[in-house]
């Protein structure tokens, strides 16, 4: 099987920085577009950004010029580097992944993966 493991959450005061990673691991054969969504108490799932295989760069326009998404293709890994956070940014973040992988004899084409999330909460 598949998994997506975030790490990187936590408690931060206002404008502060945290940086979230999020590794795939598996039988994996490529990855294309991963992501990261959030969500925050009584609101619907909503994309923050990802990333296509090729490097390009889609972001919600509440984090345009505050967070960065960049992926490590050698270690199936991506990130969200986040400066200037604020309170409205609080939120579990879950990472999304277009993932083709092989388990047993069967083969998953793009199989869309998410990870367990990780809370980051801004407080002062």
């Known amino acids: 099987q598949v998994q997506l493991v975030e790490s990187g959450g936590g408690l931060v005061q206002p404008g502060g920085s945290l940086r979230l990673s999020c590794a795939a691991s598996?039988?994996?054969?490529?990855?294309?577009?991963m992501g990261w969504y959030r969500q925050a108490p009584g609101k619907q799932r909503e994309l923050v950004a990802d990333?296509?295989?090729?490097?390009?760069?889609n972001y919600a326009d509440s984090v345009k010029g505050r967070f960065t998404i960049s992926r490590d293709n050698a270690k199936n890994t991506v990130y969200l580097q986040m400066n200037s956070l604020k309170p409205e940014d609080t939120a579990v973040y879950y990472c999304?992944?277009?993932?083709?992988?092989?388990?047993?004899?069967?083969?998953?084409?793009?199989?869309?993966?998410w990870g367990q999330g990780t809370q980051v909460t801004v407080s002062s």
């Open positions: 999304n992944a277009g993932i083709s992988y092989s388990s047993g004899r069967d083969y998953y084409p793009n199989n869309i993966v």
């Open positions: 598996g039988r994996i054969f490529s990855i294309n577009t």
């Open positions: 990333i296509t295989g090729g490097g390009i760069t």
